[in-house]
């Protein structure tokens, strides 16, 4: 299983807009050497993190099946980026197109400091950007290094500014499970 977390706030050098460049991308995602887009999650409206007075994101993941090296992925990725008229600058800044490898291998459960890519992605059980649409896709998924279930990382974040873009409410907060009893 390979997650991608797909994510868009500036218009295409065409004009199209962030959600257009976000359904441009999976259906580049699916034509990858050796790999199948198998599931896509709903699209989701997000506040920028860290907060700014940037546009709101677009974001999504989609659940691929197949098999590649981590290092061909990223570098598939990039074309993908670029193709869409990403140009790198400032860590956080607007971008026409992010694609980010969340998890990879048997189950998702590829563990992988170094070279980069680093896999799952350091930052994916901090951003409800990213757990939010994951679950769409790939719910029983667990993080290989944290063992906790996406719906448990979900849980422990605020979900506030992430708005799915089809109207349909987005899953309430999961509460947390119970401490066990010692």
Same mark, same amino acid.
């Given at each position: 299983?390979?997650l991608?977390?797909?994510?868009?706030?500036?218009?295409g050098?065409?004009?199209?807009?962030?959600?257009?460049?976000?359904?441009?991308?999976?259906?580049?995602?699916?034509?990858?050497?050796?790999?199948?887009?198998?599931?896509?999650?709903?699209?989701?409206?997000?506040?920028?993190?860290?907060?700014?007075?940037?546009p709101?994101?677009?974001?999504?993941v +989609?659940?691929?099946r197949? /098999?590649?090296?981590?290092?061909?992925?990223?570098? #598939?990725l990039? @074309?993908?980026e670029?193709? &869409? =008229?990403?140009?790198?600058?400032?860590?956080?800044a607007?971008?026409?197109?992010d694609?980010?490898?969340?998890?990879m291998?048997?189950?998702?459960?590829?563990?992988?400091d170094?070279?980069?890519p680093?896999v799952p992605h350091?930052?994916?059980h901090?951003?409800?950007?990213?757990?939010m649409?994951?679950?769409?896709? +790939?719910?029983?998924?667990? /993080?290989?290094?944290?063992?906790?279930?996406?719906a #448990?990382?979900? @849980?422990?974040?605020?979900? &506030? =500014?992430?708005?799915?873009?089809?109207?349909?409410?987005?899953?309430?907060?999961?509460?947390?499970?119970?401490?066990?009893p010692?």
């Amino acid at each position: 299983m390979i997650l991608i977390a797909i994510g868009s706030n500036l218009p295409g050098a065409d004009g199209a807009p962030p959600e257009a460049i976000c359904r441009r991308a999976a259906v580049l995602l699916d034509s990858l050497p050796g790999l199948r887009l198998v599931a896509l999650s709903a699209w989701y409206r997000t506040a920028p993190v860290p907060a700014s007075d940037q546009p709101d994101y677009i974001n999504g993941v +989609a659940r691929l099946r197949g /098999h590649t090296e981590p290092e061909i992925l990223l570098a #598939a990725l990039q @074309a993908i980026e670029a193709a &869409a =008229g990403r140009v790198r600058g400032a860590p956080g800044a607007a971008r026409t197109l992010d694609l980010d490898i969340v998890a990879m291998g048997p189950g998702g459960g590829l563990r992988r400091d170094a070279p980069d890519p680093v896999v799952p992605h350091p930052r994916a059980h901090l951003r409800p950007f990213v757990l939010m649409p994951l679950l769409d896709v +790939a719910p029983a998924w667990r /993080h290989p290094v944290l063992g906790r279930p996406a719906a #448990a990382l979900m @849980a422990a974040l605020d979900p &506030a =500014g992430v708005r799915r873009l089809d109207g349909r409410p987005a899953p309430p907060r999961l509460q947390s499970p119970p401490a066990s009893p010692n």
